[in-house]
């Protein structure tokens, strides 16, 4: 299966996560290479207009500055998927239920594996 079609898959994780109420964080991480874009978090905003993300761009001099956005999360996706086997290898999703990990192998397969939650409870910003 295409890394593609397992990321799919993990989208519907972080979509019920946040339906459920138990999104905590977003990370993408294992860069490729020593890029000056070191992380891409996503952050929740629960607002009274509706939920929101907070994307934020960290890089790697600490002399360059974060970059922060405040998006729906459907304009966060296609940002995720750009960076993926681009700059980033894997997709690291917080739940307050379980973490969830999207990894692309160096064939370009794609993996999903649940853990114990690392958060306990959601911190919106």
């Not at 299966?1 to 989208?11: H, I, L, N, P, S």
């Amino acid at each position: 299966m295409t890394y593609q079609d397992v990321f799919v898959e993990f989208w519907d994780h972080v979509k019920e996560s946040i339906a459920a109420g138990t999104f905590a964080k977003l990370t993408m991480a294992k860069t490729i290479g020593k890029p000056e874009l070191k992380n891409i978090f996503i952050r929740p905003i629960y607002a009274d207009n509706g939920f929101k993300v907070l994307l934020k761009y960290s890089f790697r001099p600490r002399e360059t500055e974060d970059i922060e956005t405040e998006l729906i999360l459907e304009d966060a996706l296609p940002i995720i998927q750009t960076h993926l086997k681009t700059h980033f290898l894997s997709v690291l999703l917080f739940t307050t239920t379980k973490d969830v990990v999207f990894k692309v192998n160096k064939k370009g397969m794609g993996s999903i594996t649940e853990t114990h939650p690392t958060f306990k409870n959601v911190i919106p910003t």
